[in-house]
């Protein structure tokens, strides 16, 4: 069996060779076009790993008469940029430099300010590739001298397909033929999360450790299973992928769509983030359900702690409630008028506390009486326990920041008020 990586082995040469990202590869399409064009830009490829950005940028650099230098922001420092940067108009890189810096997203801003000089006068192209969104990861300098190609994970088709082509060379190369189960590439490129890179490592265990009798080399899908287990997802605590998924569960409940939020919910839970999955349910509950199912938070409080205390995979049980209930409850967004309140706040408008409402020396110190000096009318002394006075500042008498809800428990409340009020005020 050959040592290099599989992965490795088939690597395109050729832009008609890169598996998918057919958005912006392929005949007419813009990225091919550049670099047939032979005048290559500064780029930057965003998207998660495995797909192909490392395989494109190798294929450029093939493409251009430039020195290729690669450096991978995780172990590259400020030294290693000024040693590329050293080469350049020099015998090593008479045409100056194609630096290809992997997960530029590891480099702080002082870094990445190092190249920008040298971006400008040419003697540098940068092609830089991130698995984060770059309008955040890379400095803005270095953004709008760049032009940003997102990519995209790959189609298990797509997966299936690189996969046939390398069980094709594995057997040319070590003079063997493959027996395997229908279900495998298929089970191989389901496990592999758009990854192509991941099935590739998984094909290549199964042919290193298959049974070879008479010529014919056996793996099983059973194998596949087991090799390529729980590498389905991609998730990144730190990472958008991370944000991505709270942001589709919190729109799944939103939308009122039970079955979109257990499935963001099974994201989180399979990669063991039962933390984050609580914090945003009990957002949730505040923000999307609030007064139109009051109860709702005390619930999902109770579920969340629930969850912690059990932990995975019982954990999932109360979760899940949690989360069929807010997807199912009635929806209220009115808590949101506190942000209007703060807005007021922020933009000075605030203005002297009624004196009617000034804290009395005694407070605390026995029941109010009906009426002190500063004019407080105490609403528990009065039928309904409501009485009207003043209690916005004078400069925002008026203001109006809570508008009910249409729902039942925000119209019976409205319904209960205007009848207090209106009996008090005739």
Same mark, same amino acid.
């Given at each position: 069996?050959?040592?290099?990586?599989?992965?490795e082995?088939?690597?395109?040469?050729d832009?008609?060779?890169?598996?998918?990202?057919?958005?912006?590869?392929?005949?007419?399409?813009?990225?091919?076009?550049?670099?047939?064009?032979?005048?290559?830009?500064?780029?930057?490829?965003?998207?998660?790993?495995?797909?192909?950005?490392?395989?494109?940028?190798?294929?450029?650099?093939d493409?251009?008469n430039?020195?290729?230098?690669?450096?991978?922001?995780?172990?590259?420092?400020?030294?290693?940029?000024?040693?590329?940067?050293?080469?350049?108009?020099?015998?090593?890189?008479?045409?100056?430099?194609?630096l290809?810096?992997?997960?530029?997203?590891?480099?702080?801003?002082?870094q990445?300010?190092?190249?920008?000089?040298?971006?400008?006068?040419?003697?540098?192209?940068?092609?830089?590739?991130?698995t984060?969104?770059?309008?955040?990861?890379?400095?803005?300098?270095?953004?709008?001298?760049?032009t940003?190609?997102?990519?995209?994970?790959?189609?298990?088709?797509?997966? @299936?397909?690189? %996969?046939?082509? +390398?069980?094709?060379? /594995?057997?040319?190369?070590?003079? $063997?033929? #493959?027996n395997?189960?229908?279900?495998?590439l298929?089970?191989?490129?389901?496990?592999?999360?758009?990854?192509?890179?991941?099935?590739?490592?998984?094909?290549?265990?199964?042919?290193?450790t298959?049974?070879?009798?008479?010529g014919v080399?056996?793996?099983?899908?059973?194998?596949?299973?087991?090799?390529?287990?729980?590498?389905?997802?991609?998730?990144?605590?730190?990472?958008?992928?991370?944000y991505?998924?709270l942001?589709?569960?919190?729109?799944?409940?939103?939308?009122?769509?039970?079955d979109?939020?257990l499935?963001?919910?099974?994201?989180?839970?399979?990669?063991?983030?039962?933390?984050?999955?609580?914090?945003?349910?009990?957002?949730?509950?505040?923000?999307?359900?609030?007064?139109?199912?009051?109860?709702?938070?005390?619930?999902v409080?109770?579920?969340?702690?629930a969850?912690? @205390?059990?932990? %995975?995979p019982? +954990?999932?049980?109360? /979760?899940?409630?949690a989360?069929? $209930?807010l #997807?199912?409850?009635?929806?209220?967004?009115?808590?949101?008028?506190?942000?209007?309140a703060?807005?007021?706040?922020?933009h000075?408008?605030?203005?002297?506390?009624?004196?009617?409402?000034?804290?009395?020396?005694?407070?605390?110190?026995?029941?109010?009486?009906?009426?002190?000096?500063r004019?407080?009318?105490?609403?528990?002394?009065?039928?309904?326990?409501?009485?009207?006075?003043?209690?916005?500042?004078?400069?925002?008498?008026?203001?109006?920041?809570?508008?009910?809800g249409?729902n039942?428990?925000?119209?019976?409340?409205?319904?209960y008020?205007?009848?207090?009020?209106n009996?008090?005020?005739?």
């Amino acid at each position: 069996m050959n040592n290099v990586p599989l992965a490795e082995l088939l690597r395109p040469h050729d832009l008609s060779e890169v598996v998918g990202q057919s958005h912006i590869l392929g005949p007419g399409k813009l990225l091919t076009k550049i670099v047939d064009g032979g005048r290559v830009p500064n780029l930057i490829f965003y998207g998660p790993s495995g797909i192909g950005k490392t395989t494109v940028a190798n294929i450029i650099a093939d493409k251009t008469n430039r020195a290729f230098r690669k450096l991978n922001a995780t172990t590259a420092g400020t030294a290693d940029i000024k040693d590329v940067i050293a080469q350049r108009d020099t015998l090593l890189a008479p045409n100056g430099v194609l630096l290809y810096l992997d997960e530029i997203q590891y480099f702080n801003k002082k870094q990445q300010q190092t190249l920008l000089e040298y971006i400008e006068d040419g003697s540098i192209t940068l092609i830089a590739s991130t698995t984060e969104n770059p309008f955040f990861a890379v400095y803005n300098a270095i953004l709008s001298r760049s032009t940003v190609f997102e990519f995209k994970p790959l189609t298990h088709g797509d997966i @299936e397909r690189a %996969l046939k082509r +390398a069980i094709g060379i /594995l057997e040319s190369q070590n003079n $063997l033929t #493959a027996n395997y189960d229908a279900d495998l590439l298929q089970k191989l490129s389901r496990n592999s999360g758009g990854d192509c890179r991941k099935a590739l490592n998984a094909l290549d265990i199964l042919f290193s450790t298959g049974t070879i009798d008479g010529g014919v080399i056996t793996f099983s899908s059973g194998d596949a299973e087991l090799v390529s287990q729980r590498s389905a997802m991609r998730y990144d605590r730190d990472g958008d992928e991370h944000y991505d998924v709270l942001s589709a569960l919190q729109k799944s409940i939103r939308g009122s769509d039970p079955d979109a939020a257990l499935h963001y919910l099974a994201r989180l839970l399979e990669a063991g983030d039962i933390l984050s999955a609580c914090r945003r349910l009990l957002v949730i509950a505040a923000e999307d359900i609030g007064l139109a199912y009051p109860q709702a938070i005390a619930i999902v409080k109770a579920c969340c702690d629930a969850a912690r @205390e059990l932990g %995975l995979p019982e +954990a999932q049980l109360p /979760l899940a409630e949690a989360v069929l $209930l807010l #997807a199912t409850a009635p929806k209220s967004n009115n808590t949101w008028a506190i942000a209007e309140a703060r807005d007021d706040i922020r933009h000075g408008k605030a203005g002297s506390v009624p004196r009617n409402l000034q804290n009395v020396h005694a407070d605390g110190a026995e029941k109010p009486k009906k009426a002190d000096m500063r004019g407080y009318l105490y609403p528990h002394d009065f039928p309904g326990h409501w009485v009207e006075q003043q209690y916005l500042p004078d400069e925002l008498v008026g203001t109006k920041y809570y508008e009910p809800g249409d729902n039942k428990n925000e119209q019976a409340a409205v319904k209960y008020w205007r009848s207090i009020k209106n009996e008090n005020i005739n």
